[in-house]
């Protein structure tokens, strides 16, 4: 069977894992730190902290701006749920808007109509690592006409004076947008490490500060580790100058990175660009090469003049089906041993937000990306002659589940 996106795991993460169990310092501690730094210079940003999970750096940092009941928040209706529970964990309303004709990432001029007086925050989704349209946000949120209705309750939101532009950029890592890293576009990038991302911690995510002034990077760094374990004063690290005695100055969270997850996004950082990537293009360059001119089927748009994918799934359509029929090449391609998935069913579809009253025939866009939308394995150690299994098979199944119609 080929699997959809077994992690990367080689002698030289072992190796760093295995050094990391020696050292005795299993916990947040120096690796952490480290990988903090390299990674702020990888996204080109003044400061970065490691956390726990992508969702809990998204939490952590609507808390930190004072999102909470009555507040709204714009995101996709095309995400995974995590985009919309940690605004739903605050109190606050997720306000969901549909994707664009070509594209799984959300449409500006529908979340410019989205906004009100209650709107504090948008979180675009690149989804598949495809980057969202960044220069039209950031245009949208400081409009006089919305900047003016603006309405902040809070010293954080006051400072910043306009609706945050909060990145879920959990499947977007190395992607560009107008040649530069992403991370750089947004008040705020959060990143995911998780098993299936194409940089792995196993679990793991990050938190990519990019305020403008007057905001002081150093000390929203400080507090964030503060408020990340428990809103103790010092951490385990800190604790080893010799002075043990802390604080606890707030109700806090536990959302730390430990250095077990850090010893291994050290080792996949180092070769990210280089190795990770390279290969990743080339899995996708061979998906579009045997799909591109084959009429039954749509190729995700991966690059453009301003935006370069970091490669993280490749969501191919089928042309003029049904959900119903999507699903049964599904199967058809999983009985020839290839292994492939959905990404992802819109918020609407979930019980949770259907029975908040999210309709999905108000999105549907979204409804037409996913009904035909079936994600093919990407992953480093897939080889060339496996490439070549999962394209036949995807076609075998279409020529066999559609030529039953």
């Not at 295995?18 to 390299?38: A, H, M, Q």
């Not at 529970?85 to 306000?95: S, T």
């Not at 009253?357 to 480093?380: C, D, F, K, Q, T």
Request: net charge negative.
């Amino acid at each position: 069977m080929i699997p959809f996106s077994p992690p990367r795991m080689d002698d030289k993460i072992i190796a760093e894992v295995t050094d990391t169990l020696k050292s005795g310092w299993i916990t947040t501690g120096p690796k952490t730190k480290r990988f903090e730094i390299l990674l702020a210079d990888y996204a080109q940003v003044p400061a970065v902290l490691c956390t726990s999970a992508a969702t809990t750096g998204l939490e952590l940092m609507l808390r930190w701006f004072g999102v909470t009941k009555g507040d709204e928040v714009i995101i996709p209706a095309y995400t995974y749920c995590a985009t919309a529970n940690v605004v739903m964990h605050c109190g606050a309303k997720p306000v969901m808007v549909d994707s664009l004709p070509d594209s799984f990432n959300l449409d500006p001029k529908l979340v410019k109509n989205a906004i009100t007086k209650r709107t504090k925050v948008i979180i675009p989704v690149d989804i598949g690592g495809f980057p969202s349209d960044y220069d039209a946000l950031n245009a949208i949120i400081r409009e006089n006409e919305i900047h003016n209705q603006f309405t902040p309750n809070t010293d954080v939101q006051s400072k910043l004076g306009r609706i945050l532009l909060l990145s879920d950029a959990a499947h977007s890592l190395g992607a560009k947008y107008r040649g530069k890293p992403i991370g750089s576009q947004a008040d705020i990038t959060v990143f995911s490490f998780h098993a299936v991302k194409n940089l792995t911690t196993a679990e793991g995510g990050a938190i990519a500060l990019n305020l403008p002034k007057p905001f002081e990077h150093e000390a929203i760094y400080k507090w964030l580790n503060i408020l990340s374990l428990h809103g103790q004063s010092k951490d385990a690290l800190a604790k080893t100058t010799g002075s043990w005695r802390y604080d606890v100055v707030c109700a806090g969270y536990k959302a730390n990175m430990t250095d077990i997850q850090a010893s291994i996004g050290l080792v996949e950082l180092e070769r990210y660009d280089s190795d990770t990537l390279v290969r990743r293009k080339q899995i996708v360059d061979a998906y579009h090469h045997a799909f591109c001119d084959d009429e039954r089927f749509e190729t995700p748009v991966t690059d453009t003049k301003d935006k370069q994918s970091s490669y993280h799934l490749y969501q191919l359509k089928i042309i003029n089906i049904s959900e119903a029929e999507r699903d049964e090449i599904i199967q058809e391609i999983f009985n020839q041993e290839v292994s492939v998935n959905v990404h992802f069913q819109p918020l609407p579809l979930l019980t949770h937000y259907k029975n908040l009253g999210y309709n999905m025939r108000n999105y549907p866009n979204a409804w037409l990306h996913y009904s035909r939308e079936i994600s093919l394995p990407v992953y480093y150690d897939l080889t060339d002659k496996q490439i070549q299994i999962v394209i036949s098979a995807v076609k075998q199944a279409v020529e066999k589940c559609l030529s039953n119609d």
